[in-house]
């Protein structure tokens, strides 16, 4: 028979083997735990920015990703699979002016969803 120690872990308590909470990791001296999944009718939160002008400064066409910069010299992140439904990420060019709505995300900064090419102005 073997005995379980003071830091043995028992099934179906919610602890790993270290004895820390599942979904929990420790950063320097601070224990975060993961964030929940918000899910709505089954489906994720649709996530909203505030509606914003750039131009691309940056395109990685390789690595799916560019950089906007905003009239203030701020620069956004964006990535291929933030384009705007019906539009090409390998339309895009340096130097094109898109709307796009900005995201304030605490964690990675900020990012540009539902980009899309402003129309050229007559």
Do not use: Y
Not at 48 to 64: D, E, K, M, N, Y
Not at 76 to 93: K, L, T
């Amino acid at each position: 028979m073997v005995s379980a120690g003071a830091g043995a872990s028992r099934i179906g308590d919610g602890r790993n083997r270290a004895g820390r909470n599942v979904g929990e990791q420790t950063v320097g001296a601070v224990r975060r735990t993961a964030p929940a999944r918000t899910v709505a009718a089954g489906r994720p939160v649709d996530r909203r920015g505030a509606p914003s002008v750039g131009r691309i400064v940056t395109l990685f066409i390789g690595q799916s990703h560019g950089f906007i910069r905003l009239a203030n010299r701020r620069e956004v992140f964006f990535h291929r699979s933030d384009v705007c439904e019906g539009a090409s990420f390998n339309e895009f060019a340096v130097d094109d002016t898109v709307t796009f709505e900005l995201l304030e995300d605490p964690v990675s900064g900020p990012r540009a969803l539902r980009v899309k090419r402003q129309p050229p102005r007559r």
